[in-house]
């Protein structure tokens, strides 16, 4: 036990002192267990207390000429493992945010207006910027797409998100829906008809 986090512990810091000038800001005590791929770093920051799970492929690249492009991630949030995230604008994910694994998170999709020139030959059309609230979470083999989530909201496993949802919902299906807001004045979460 004590050597697997001897281990774990000089890993983190290697990987640290190895990319904390590449990134944007890449916080010393963020846990990163392996990325799949990250494109972009200097457009990425990490903040404190982040951990990112095996397998993850972030990436903040201006494809579509934003003016900017960054990806955040807010402190002791939690990144699932085989997550794809990728920014060509803006994606800030908020504070204490979990994924599950194989969450999907774009502010981008791939142009189809002509029926005539193959899908990635026509370019990425970009989306409003996409923010996570803080506290949320996000179910198994969700995908966000343009798309905003308030704070604290659960999104359920296989949901499609192609619409804001609002702090304090429960939104589950393709496309999301919310079935659940939370009632301040009567501190409970109650029913969406």
Request: glycine content about 8%; overall charge positive; charged content about 15%.
């Amino acid at each position: 036990m004590f050597v697997n986090r001897l281990l774990s512990y000089i890993f983190r810091k290697y990987f640290y002192l190895i990319n904390k000038n590449r990134f944007a800001y890449l916080s010393p005590t963020a846990v990163v267990q392996k990325f799949l791929r990250v494109d972009g770093k200097k457009n990425i920051v990490i903040e404190n207390g982040v951990v990112i799970q095996k397998m993850c492929w972030l990436a903040a690249v201006p494809l579509t000429n934003a003016p900017a492009c960054q990806l955040k991630i807010g402190r002791n949030s939690i990144i699932g493992n085989f997550n794809h995230i990728y920014a060509t604008g803006e994606i800030t994910i908020g504070e204490d945010v979990l994924t599950a694994d194989k969450v999907y998170i774009a502010d981008n999709q791939h142009n189809y207006v002509d029926v005539n020139i193959p899908i990635h030959k026509q370019g990425i059309l970009q989306h409003p910027p996409v923010f996570i609230g803080s506290g949320t979470w996000i179910g198994e083999n969700v995908c966000v797409l343009g798309a905003s989530i308030g704070r604290n909201c659960v999104i359920g496993a296989n949901s499609v998100v192609t619409k804001d949802i609002p702090d304090f919902s429960v939104a589950v299906g393709a496309p999301a829906r919310v079935i659940k807001r939370f009632d301040l004045p009567t501190q409970s979460w109650v029913n969406v008809k």
